[in-house]
């Protein structure tokens, strides 16, 4: 009977250490999932410590697999990554999306000049004169500042991939920071869903003064004299003019026009008024030379013809 009771104890202890054990197990693997891929509402960072790339590699890996190389512009980013990453005693440490463009520090993603710096003590140093990329340490003494390096130099890939809603209206645009994504109202909208358009104040007169107010089209050229009548003044809006040229003179282009609420005319211009002699010259100018190429067309060819006769 105590043999009967051991061996069963002792099942119930087997079990008890495999379940222990499983438990172990899947709990490492939820850890390292979490360390090579942190999601956040926002953005989620991914990094490769098993393979290293130059600053370009990195870039063009992260654009492909994920937005693009990493942007940490600001105290958010850098505390939440100084948490995540895993720590290293030496390098290489692991790339993040800052370049030195013009001399200028850049963030590639977005092409702003970088503001909020965070270098390791005496940097940036431009130690070999060709330091114009920038790694992110995650040594225990300098974990989460910059150096900057050779961007042939091979580090760890640091990715940023954006999780926007496509929820956004077409009167809003998509603002994204570690923990938190928010649909903001583009300008001259308001509201919660920006359903609210901005409209200015309306103007009042000065005092001993007043308002005019007046919206115009460009105006009329008009070549070769001529007169322009118009309902509501030559260039104001919703005015219609017609063109009337002097005697012995014909309209070149249409004879009505009418200026429209966006500030341009229905009908095309310029205009000309153009002498029936200076047209008549012209019409037989054209004609003389229309008959004389003509000739020469037909004289070269029959030319030709008799050139390959002979």
Request: include cysteine; charged fraction near 20%; aromatic fraction near 10%.
């Amino acid at each position: 009977m105590k043999n009967i009771l051991l061996t069963a104890s002792d099942s119930v202890e087997r079990r008890i250490q495999r379940s222990m054990t499983r438990c172990v197990v899947y709990t490492d693997v939820l850890i390292h999932l979490w360390l090579i891929l942190v999601s956040v509402e926002g953005w989620t960072y991914h990094w490769k410590e098993n393979e290293k790339m130059t600053w370009n590699e990195t870039r063009g890996w992260c654009q492909r697999e994920y937005t693009d190389i990493v942007m940490v512009h600001n105290e958010n980013v850098t505390r939440f990554l100084e948490k995540n990453l895993p720590e290293k005693s030496s390098s290489p440490y692991f790339w993040i999306g800052m370049k030195k463009i013009n001399d200028i520090w850049t963030w590639a993603a977005n092409g702003q000049s970088v503001d909020n710096e965070n270098w390791a003590p005496t940097e940036p140093n431009n130690n070999n004169a060709d330091e114009n990329c920038v790694e992110l340490y995650t040594n225990t003494n300098n974990k989460g500042k910059w150096n900057d390096d050779s961007c042939e130099h091979k580090k760890h890939p640091l990715c940023q991939k954006s999780q926007c809603p496509n929820n956004c209206t077409d009167r809003q645009y998509c603002v994204e920071q570690v923990n938190n994504v928010t649909c903001v109202c583009k300008t001259g909208f308001s509201g919660p869903e920006c359903e609210t358009v901005v409209s200015c104040e309306p103007l009042s007169a000065p005092p001993h003064g007043w308002m005019q107010c007046s919206a115009e089209c460009f105006p009329i050229l008009l070549f070769g004299g001529g007169l322009l009548n118009c309902t509501e003044g030559h260039d104001s809006i919703r005015s219609a003019c017609r063109v009337q040229c002097p005697p012995g003179h014909l309209l070149l282009g249409f004879v009505e026009f009418t200026c429209r609420a966006d500030g341009t005319w229905e009908s095309s211009f310029p205009l000309m008024c153009a002498s029936y002699v200076h047209f008549l010259i012209a019409l037989l100018a054209s004609v003389v030379i229309s008959v004389f190429c003509g000739c020469l067309f037909c004289c070269s060819s029959c030319r030709r013809k008799l050139d390959q006769k002979q």
